[in-house]
Structure formats: C-alpha cells, structure tokens
C-alpha cells in the first residue's frame, strides 16, 4: 500500500504545480493549450510507441481490452436507461452524456496513474486503444447520425480514427512488438526522451486546467444529468469491471486491479471538446469531467486499498 500512496502523492505533486503554474499565469493564456497539443501530438504517441513496443502483445489485446470495452459500452447503456424517461433529453444530448459516463481519461491520467500505481504503463495501452480505434468512432457515428451537422461517411470516420498519432503511435508500436523487429538505438533514442516529456506535460495541463472551474451550477438545468453520470463513471463502471473481471475472465492479483483502476479513471477531457464541437451536452460534458476529476484519484486510492495492492 506505500507504494500505491507513493504513486498517487507523486501524480498530486505535479498536478499541484500545474494548477499555481495556472493561478499566476507564468506560462500565459495558452499554457494548458500547448502542453495538451504537445502530449496529444508529439509525446504520447512516442510514449505509446515505447510501452507497446517493449510489451507482450497478447496481453495488449488479451482480457484487459475486453474488459474495458464490455464495461464502458454496459455503463453507457445503463446511464440512458436510468434517464431516457426521468430527464427527457434529446437523443444527441444522451449520447454525449453516455459518453461522458463511460469514457475514461485514459492517456492523461491513465499512463502515469499505470506506470506510479500499477508499476507498467502497458496496463493503460488495452484501453487507450479500445477508445481511439472504436468506442470514439461509434459514439461520433451516433452523435452524426442524431444531428443535422456535421455529417460524414464511415470512410471518412475510419480515416479520422488511422490518422489520431496516438493511434499511429500504438499501431507502430504493436507491429515492432509482433514482429520482433529492433528499432536502432539511434532512432529510439530520441523518441525515448520525446516519450519522457508525455507525463510531466500531461499532469501539470491536467493541474492548469482545474483553476477557476465550479460544477453543478444549479442554472445550468443540469444537475442530476451531472450527479448521475458521474456515479455511473466513478462506482459503476469500475463494479461492472472488477464483475467481469472476476467472473467473467477469471482475474487476480494485479490483473484485476489494472481493470478496476483503469475502469475509475475520470471522464476524459476530449468529451468537453466532442460536445462543444457538436454543441450538445456541453454543460453535463464540462461538469462530469470537472466532478470526476476531483473525485477519482481518492476513489481509485480506495480501490487499490480494497483489492490490496
């Protein structure tokens, strides 16, 4: 267990920095701008490239993804049976909710949170994955089909998804893994120490951005849109992954946990940029992300406590 406070009071310290980096505006406006595009663009896909690389690819696309990808759809469906009736909201308003609700932040806090808590950052890949190449494509296929804007084609969408680098990154990443090829020192080198800049930028962004935020404003309307999906994120979703987990694929030990810590990661920051893009959902997208991040990190240190790690 010290070592799991270890981890968790490392990832508090740097995001700490990050929100008085925000506060007194040492870095100006477009700090957390930057050092989000940077780790999205530049440094996480050379850290997934590296994790991947250097992983078991069976255990990469083994009962980790599976798990990842049959709770979040079960969470998502069940956050729309809960308020399909009680909050009457317009279809493309629900799926941004559902989304919010099951989609986890599984790049910015999931690496670090994978590499300080769970000791290998290859934990956090199986569901990185599973977002990038297929739950984001089929919720903007749903929110595209519900909305008058922003149409597009299943080519196009398939094409958007090969061309995110951090898709490309993990694809690279898994063919260097499969094949056995050796990547010359010359060229891993640097991609080693751009890969090294990814979690420090990552929790000092995530530190910046929580400055001046204040969820569940009661004007907004949407309140119980709020409280309900995030309980969904941060209880049933982790529950529906250590069910499966346990019962369903027969997991133990650090196995188990890696699906339950990575399952109660926050709601994902890029739901906020989704929902303002289609403008639908944006305040529940904005307040979710917000809420489950202040909430998550003590929750996932419960968790870890509870199955021993």
């Known amino acids: 267990m010290?070592?799991?406070l270890e981890g968790f009071s490392i990832i508090w310290v740097v995001i700490t920095v990050g929100y008085f980096v925000g506060r007194t505006g040492v870095l100006g406006?477009?700090?957390?701008?930057?050092?989000?595009?940077?780790?999205?663009?530049?440094?996480?896909?050379?850290?997934?490239?590296?994790?991947?690389?250097?992983?078991?690819?069976?255990?990469?696309?083994g009962p980790l993804l599976w798990v990842a990808a049959i709770s979040a759809f079960l969470t998502a469906g069940a956050y729309n049976l809960a308020t399909a009736r009680w909050l009457k909201r317009e279809p493309a308003e629900r799926i941004m909710a559902a989304m919010a609700a099951s989609t986890v932040n599984s790049a910015?806090?999931?690496?670090?949170?994978?590499?300080?808590?769970?000791?290998?950052?290859?934990?956090?890949?199986?569901?990185?994955?599973?977002?990038?190449?297929?739950?984001?494509p089929v919720n903007l296929a749903m929110l595209d089909a519900t909305t008058s804007k922003h149409r597009t084609t299943f080519f196009a969408m398939v094409l958007a998804t090969l061309k995110n680098p951090m898709i490309i990154g993990s694809l690279l990443g898994l063919v260097v893994a499969l094949t056995g090829f050796e990547v010359p020192k010359l060229?891993?080198?640097?991609?080693?120490?751009?890969a090294g800049a990814s979690i420090p930028a990552m929790l000092?962004?995530?530190?910046?951005?929580?400055?001046?935020?204040k969820p569940l404003d009661s004007a907004s309307g949407r309140r119980a849109d709020v409280l309900i999906g995030t309980a969904a994120k941060l209880v049933l979703h982790p529950l529906l992954a250590w069910v499966l987990g346990y019962f369903a694929f027969g997991l133990g030990g650090?196995?188990?946990?890696?699906?339950?810590?990575?399952?109660?990661?926050?709601?994902?920051?890029?739901?906020?940029?989704?929902?303002?893009?289609y403008e639908r959902g944006v305040v529940v997208a904005k307040d979710t992300v917000l809420?489950?991040?202040?909430?998550?990190?003590p929750l996932m240190m419960g968790i870890a406590f509870l199955l021993g790690i």
């Open 254 to 277: 650090q196995m188990l946990a890696a699906c339950v810590i990575m399952a109660g990661l926050p709601t994902a920051q890029n739901i906020f940029v989704t929902a303002s893009r």
């Open 29 to 61: 406006d477009q700090a957390r701008h930057v050092l989000n595009r940077t780790t999205f663009f530049v440094a996480s896909p050379a850290l997934l490239f590296t994790t991947l690389a250097e992983s078991d690819p069976v255990s990469v696309l």
């Open 291 to 297: 809420m489950t991040t202040i909430c998550a990190i």
């Open 108 to 136: 910015n806090l999931g690496l670090p949170i994978a590499l300080y808590v769970l000791g290998d950052m290859s934990y956090a890949a199986p569901i990185i994955l599973f977002q990038l190449a297929l739950y984001q």
């Open 187 to 194: 060229a891993m080198e640097p991609i080693n120490l751009i």
């Open 2 to 4: 010290g070592g799991v």
């Open 204 to 213: 000092l962004a995530f530190g910046i951005s929580l400055v001046g935020s």
